[in-house]
């Protein structure tokens, strides 16, 4: 049995890695013979069958291909429908897992127990279903770990990489800015800040509009009329992108069986400056976790690279004129994630991780100077605070003969709740005929796998409530459906 294992459940490719006996980390190749699988699921229409990797993404029907389903992990709504069943993207990411699984144990034994990484900046909801999709694929999360500090601990541990490190991680959807301390093998996380959306899929769509002009151009007709002429293009595109890392200009030929064929060139400065806002958006998020730290360039020891994209030139560039020192690579920048995880499932008591964001409450605040109560957001729990943690706060009942006292969860930063998310409200009955101004007293626990619970006490009566926040809705399922899927799950065909 594999007793070390560590998994990258990445937006466009995923890899699974375990502890050697020697203590260093290892990817474990899929039956396919790759180090990495790509996060693509296809449902086959004539056999039943889900295929998972690089055969689903390279052929098959648009219609029935899944990509980059962890973009929507945080999206209670979204559900995926394929001959007349609904998938959730706990349930299409269950089904890479257990193609990983599967694959894997072929070569290091049954896997049971995994550490599995998401983005900093993942929500609860996205870290919720995350773990589901893990225990329907059969499997056991011993910790989700953000994907920065699992980059974190493998330079650590392979290139000596210690002091104030910060941590760029461009990958295919998102961008992760991470900063961290390292002081032998213990890591304290300063800050974390992320974008979604900002990743190499989105400089695949440029180009891909770049290959479409020019394509018009020369043929008078759009490069692509479907989807899968459109998946064909934007793959070529993709291609290209990856050459222009090496070489100053490609050439290819493009186009579609109804238009003919057209030749393309594109240079390295084109495709440049066809991301630059891209690429200027993720420096000042750079800029934004250094200003969060309280940090200045000159105070960050490492800058160290993670995730495919920073295999572009301009993205090494770009970092090094802001720090003035070289950015370090391990060559391996996509495979990072997953081998800091398995070396994480045996060090994580040496890990010091804050919480993501900022939690707190609605609650009516006095304003002294103009004499009227607003309702605004308390923060309890701020953003960084170092993790596992719990705080308690002190509020008081606005109302005489309040029977019912209402708190709603936040999470976001601002006072003011239009610009906070409300994650969960927790309503507790109280004794009738008190006067306004009894207290009650929320607590905030946050633990390890940056999940929140809130407890409300009524100080006067001693009643009391708990909830762990999560989201309920189409994007979770209870732990009855759960392990129904999952014994469903494991009947299922997936290569
Ligand atoms: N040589 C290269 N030049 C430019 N981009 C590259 C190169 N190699 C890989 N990429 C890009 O890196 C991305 C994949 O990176 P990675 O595997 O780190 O992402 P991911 O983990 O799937 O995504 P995320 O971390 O956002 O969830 C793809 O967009 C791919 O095109
Ligand atoms: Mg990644």
């Known amino acids: 049995m594999a007793e070390y294992v560590g998994i990258d459940l990445g937006t466009t490719l995923s890899g699974l890695a375990h502890l050697k006996p020697d203590g260093n980390p290892e990817i474990v190749p899929n039956a396919d013979g790759e180090r990495l699988t790509p996060?693509?699921?296809?449902?086959?229409?004539?056999?039943?069958?889900?295929?998972?990797?690089?055969?689903?993404?390279?052929?098959?029907?648009?219609?029935?291909?899944?990509?980059?389903?962890?973009?929507?992990?945080?999206?209670?709504?979204?559900?995926?429908?394929?001959?007349?069943?609904?998938?959730?993207?706990?349930?299409?990411s269950a089904l890479i897992l257990a193609k990983l699984r599967r694959d894997c144990s072929r070569i290091v034994g049954d896997i049971n127990e995994v550490v599995i990484t998401v983005p900093a900046n993942f929500n609860e909801l996205a870290r919720k279903c995350t773990i589901a999709a893990a225990e329907m694929a059969g499997m056991k999360v011993r910790r989700l770990v953000n994907e920065p500090t699992a980059a974190a601990v493998y330079y650590a541990h392979t290139q000596g990489v210690q002091g104030r490190v910060l941590v760029f991680d461009l990958g295919g959807g998102t961008l992760d800015v991470t900063i961290l301390e390292v002081a032998g093998d213990q890591i304290r996380i300063?800050?974390?800040?992320?974008?979604?959306?900002?990743?190499?899929?989105?400089?695949?769509?440029?180009?891909?509009?770049?290959?479409?002009?020019?394509?018009?151009?020369?043929?008078?007709?759009?490069?692509?009329?479907?989807?899968?002429?459109?998946?064909?293009?934007?793959?070529?595109?993709?291609?290209?992108?990856?050459?222009?890392?090496?070489?100053?200009?490609?050439?290819?030929?493009?186009?579609?069986?109804?238009?003919?064929?057209?030749?393309?060139?594109?240079?390295?400065?084109?495709?440049?400056?066809?991301?630059?806002?891209?690429?200027?958006?993720?420096?000042?998020l750079v800029e934004q976790a250094l200003d969060s730290a309280k940090l200045r360039q000159s105070d960050i020891d490492h800058v160290v690279l993670v995730g495919g994209s920073t295999r572009i030139p301009k993205v090494k560039t770009m970092l090094e004129k802001f720090f003035g020192k070289q950015p370090k690579s391990c060559g391996n920048v996509d495979e990072c994630v997953a081998l800091g995880a398995a070396l994480f499932a045996k060090k994580s008591a040496r890990i010091q991780e804050v919480c993501n964001a900022s939690y707190g409450t609605l609650a009516m605040v006095y304003n002294a100077a103009t004499k009227e109560e607003k309702l605004m957001n308390s923060i309890v729990i701020p953003k960084n605070t170092p993790i596992p943690t719990s705080r308690t706060q002190l509020y008081q009942t606005s109302e005489d003969n309040e029977r019912v006292i209402e708190v709603d969860i936040t999470q976001g930063e601002d006072t003011d709740p239009k610009y906070v998310d409300v994650i969960g409200r927790i309503t507790l009955e109280v004794p009738p005929n008190r006067?306004?101004?009894?207290?009650?007293?929320?607590?905030?626990?946050?633990?390890?796998?940056?999940?929140v619970r809130a407890l409300v006490v009524d100080k006067q009566s001693g009643r009391s409530r708990e909830v762990a926040l999560s989201y309920k809705g189409a994007g979770v399922l209870s732990d009855e459906e759960l392990r129904r899927r999952s014994s469903h799950l494991k009947a299922m065909r997936i290569e």
């Open 435 to 451: 006067p306004k101004g009894c207290e009650v007293a929320v607590t905030f626990s946050y633990d390890e796998n940056q999940r």
């Open 39 to 92: 996060s693509v699921v296809y449902f086959d229409a004539h056999e039943d069958v889900k295929l998972v990797g690089s055969a689903a993404r390279d052929g098959g029907d648009p219609e029935r291909t899944i990509f980059q389903i962890k973009r929507h992990m945080d999206d209670p709504e979204h559900v995926v429908k394929i001959d007349g069943k609904d998938w959730t993207p706990s349930e299409i």
């Open 190 to 284: 300063l800050t974390s800040e992320g974008a979604r959306h900002l990743g190499g899929s989105n400089f695949d769509e440029l180009l891909l509009d770049a290959y479409d002009d020019q394509y018009r151009k020369q043929v008078s007709a759009p490069l692509f009329n479907d989807e899968r002429q459109r998946r064909r293009s934007l793959q070529a595109a993709e291609d290209a992108k990856k050459m222009l890392s090496k070489l100053q200009r490609v050439s290819d030929t493009i186009g579609n069986d109804t238009s003919g064929l057209a030749r393309i060139d594109l240079s390295r400065d084109q495709f440049e400056s066809l991301i630059k806002k891209m690429i200027t958006r993720s420096l000042m």
